[in-house]
């Protein structure tokens, strides 16, 4: 998983809402277990993961389900330690305008993973 998804990588992330699913790519890095996507609090996604925080993932020859999980405020002092890799990891992208970092609607999803199916190199992996 680290050596697939421990880079800036673009995933499906899945909601649900009122029975109805929902998907969109997003940028994501992967670190024990768990997915991290920088986003914005008012947005849909965040919007449904309130009311049901499942939630399901795919990316290359990788699908699993989790839990989304609203770290807060990308700046918080509780977030350094992942705010400065994600800093890093999404170095070529993360300055472009996109982001307004002094705004504490932006904040760091972190999808922790329940289950999944990764296959490698002829390999099945379930955990």
Request: proline share 1%.
């Amino acid at each position: 998983m680290t050596e697939r998804f421990g880079k800036d990588t673009i995933i499906a992330l899945a909601t649900v809402e009122n029975e109805m699913p929902f998907v969109r790519y997003v940028n994501a890095y992967y670190e024990n277990s768990a997915f991290y996507i920088i986003t914005y609090a008012l947005s849909d996604k965040m919007r449904q993961m309130e009311s049901n925080s499942a939630v399901a993932i795919a990316g290359e020859w990788f699908t699993a389900h989790g839990k989304g999980i609203n770290l807060g405020y990308f700046g918080k002092e509780e977030n350094y330690w992942i705010a400065e890799k994600l800093k890093n990891v999404f170095c070529e992208w993360i300055d472009n305008g996109h982001n307004d970092f002094d705004d504490e609607n932006t904040i760091i999803l972190c999808v922790e993973l329940t289950d999944g199916l990764l296959l490698s190199h002829g390999t099945r992996y379930e955990f």
